[in-house]
């Protein structure tokens, strides 16, 4: 029962946190079917906290030891609903000194056009004039350099995770900052990334 454990340790702090910010949070653990000769269940948890009472951002973490390939099993962070088309994706993290040592990489990523913060990130997606566009505003690129240095494993993305049981984010696009390797239990982290997000939701106005 380790993970479920720890798990529940985790919300425990967490649920501390909503409570003593005057935060709405919801969590569920759902045990996955034991095996025959195999007696650790394990379980797929998520849980969600409102920043405010307009619901404009959410602070999330999920977990689920079988999630599908190539989608990310344990991540966190704070997601705001957006009015874009849900077919667009993004990704963005921060330039390593791989990317810098390997100048073929720099060819296959995306570009906004401004120099500087071009080269300090790393920019995947499906629409490169979108991208372009989202990230015009020099207070939004210095707000995507500030969160990606808060953790290792940051990322800035666009309909790149599955946060489909958050009711104010099903159906919907959504703009997120997340940690992809766990969760964030630290109270002035997680509200370090509301103030970020919210910065972000007002200066792009969607």
């Known amino acids: 029962m380790e993970i479920l454990d720890k798990n529940n340790r ?5 649920c501390e946190f909503a409570k ?26 998520t849980v969600y906290i409102h920043n405010n009472q307009d619901e404009s ?16 099993t344990n991540f966190s962070g704070v ?4 009015s874009l088309d849900r077919t667009k994706t993004f990704n963005i993290r921060e330039k390593n000194i791989l990317d810098k040592l ?16 071009d080269s ?6 499906n629409d490169p004039p979108l991208i372009a566009s989202f990230f015009h505003d020099k207070k939004v690129q210095n707000l995507i350099i500030q969160a990606l240095k808060i953790k290792q494993a940051m990322w800035i993305g666009l309909n790149n995770v599955n946060v489909e049981f958050v009711p104010g984010l099903k159906n919907k696009s959504h703009f997120c900052i997340y ?10 982290q997680i509200e370090k990334l509301f103030e970020i997000i919210e910065e972000i939701r007002i200066l792009i106005g969607k």
């Open 20 to 45: 003593n910010t005057n935060r709405n949070i919801t969590f569920k653990e759902i045990p996955y079917p034991t095996s025959y000769g195999f007696r650790l269940t394990k379980y797929r948890t």
């Open 102 to 117: 390997n100048p073929f990489s720099d060819s296959k990523n995306c570009k906004t056009g401004f120099r500087d913060f």
């Open 10 to 14: 985790d919300i425990e702090i967490l």
């Open 79 to 82: 997601f705001i609903p957006i």
């Open 179 to 188: 940690n992809s390797q766990g969760w964030f239990l630290e109270n002035s």
């Open 120 to 125: 300090k990130v790393v920019i995947t997606g």
């Open 57 to 72: 951002s959410y602070f999330i973490c999920f977990w689920d030891p079988y999630h599908k390939i190539g989608e990310y």
